[in-house]
């Protein structure tokens, strides 16, 4: 596989990176642990050199699974992990923002044991802290950074002026946030911003938490622990109006002999060098046609055809439920 840097950062990793939180938590039951071991393996064999981890999957349980499986070859790959919220010790719940300095550090220290390794390749603070001064947080990555514990430092979810604020005290080498087909604010503003501060950009759910794949439709259920059930753009309503979305996709991909997913991941490395997608999966045919999304390239035309059918489409529901809305940094 291709390799992409995050913006101007020197950081290199593959062109489609890995995120590992399906495997333990929020799209129901925690794979089997072997098949998760197997699985995140299977990414590394076929090139895929960027896994994302954070200490909330689980929680806690995610870390511990890319740490084990990714120790025979860890100076081979980027691991990203996250800190920033508060966790119950006893329930393993979260229960609110907590990016202090102190529990940064703490975090740190607690990722590093379950990943299993001496460095965090790339750190980012899940959501930002209002009751916090990012310049506080970037200062601490930075502490960080110095003892040799963090490589990188990562903002998700961070609006322009919290991602100007941080750069200027610790240069930002990646943001995380949605983005896809069918969620593509992050063009508004964020963008050009990125790309004036050299600023790498790894999107999550870049298929749409599964619904640009087309195998999701109106009568679909959704089973414990699967966080699509509370969000409003996943109610059965909602699924029945964004169909349409889903048929511009689809016929691209038969056109091109290729699959939605392909389509709709080719999609969003056509938007920019610097775009690192980190699409997830639990099965190994999935994560295989996932990958070939790398080797499938639309054409300007064909770009352009997709853009013009989907800004004709209103997408219904909002992304989030209301407490994880009001979570986004504006």
């Known amino acids: 596989m291709q390799t992409r840097e995050l913006g101007r950062s020197g950081l290199k990793v593959s062109t489609l990176g890995l995120g590992c939180m399906g495997l333990s938590s929020g799209y129901g039951p925690a794979v089997d642990w072997q098949a998760g071991i197997a699985l995140i393996r299977a990414a590394h064999e076929r090139g895929v050199t960027l896994f994302d981890t954070a200490e909330f999957y689980g929680p806690y349980v995610n870390e511990e699974l890319v740490g084990e499986a990714l120790a025979p070859f860890r100076d081979e790959v980027v691991i990203a992990t996250k800190f920033g919220f508060r966790i119950d010790p006893d329930t393993r719940t979260r229960t609110g923002l907590d990016s202090r300095p102190a529990h940064i550090r703490a975090v740190a220290e607690a990722s590093l044991k379950r990943l299993k390794t001496d460095r965090i390749d790339l750190f980012y603070q899940h959501r930002v802290d209002p009751d916090i001064p990012i310049e506080d947080v970037a ?110 996709v689809r016929a691209t991909a038969q056109a091109k002999g290729a699959t939605p997913a392909q389509v709709a991941l080719a999609w969003i490395l056509a938007q920019k060098p610097w775009i690192v997608p980190i699409p997830g999966t639990t099965k190994v045919s999935r994560l295989e046609e996932n990958i070939g999304a790398a080797q499938l390239v639309l054409s300007p035309a064909e770009l352009a055809a997709i853009d013009e059918a989907v800004s004709a489409i209103n997408v219904e529901g909002a992304r989030y439920g209301e407490q994880m809305l009001g979570m986004i940094d504006r």
Do not use: C, M
């Open 139 to 248: 200062g601490t990555v930075k502490e960080l950074i110095a003892e040799g514990k963090v490589k990188h430092f990562g903002l998700s979810e961070a609006g322009v002026r919290t991602i100007r604020r941080a750069h200027a005290v610790q240069p930002v080498t990646a943001l995380q946030s949605e983005y896809s087909l069918w969620w593509r604010e992050p063009e508004e503003e964020i963008f050009d911003v990125l790309e004036e501060l050299g600023i790498g950009f790894v999107p999550f759910s870049p298929l749409g938490r599964g619904f640009l794949t087309g195998a999701i439709g109106a009568s679909t259920t959704f089973g414990d622990g699967d966080v699509r059930a509370g969000v409003p753009r996943f109610s059965p309503e909602a699924r029945a109006a964004n169909q349409s979305l889903v048929e511009v």
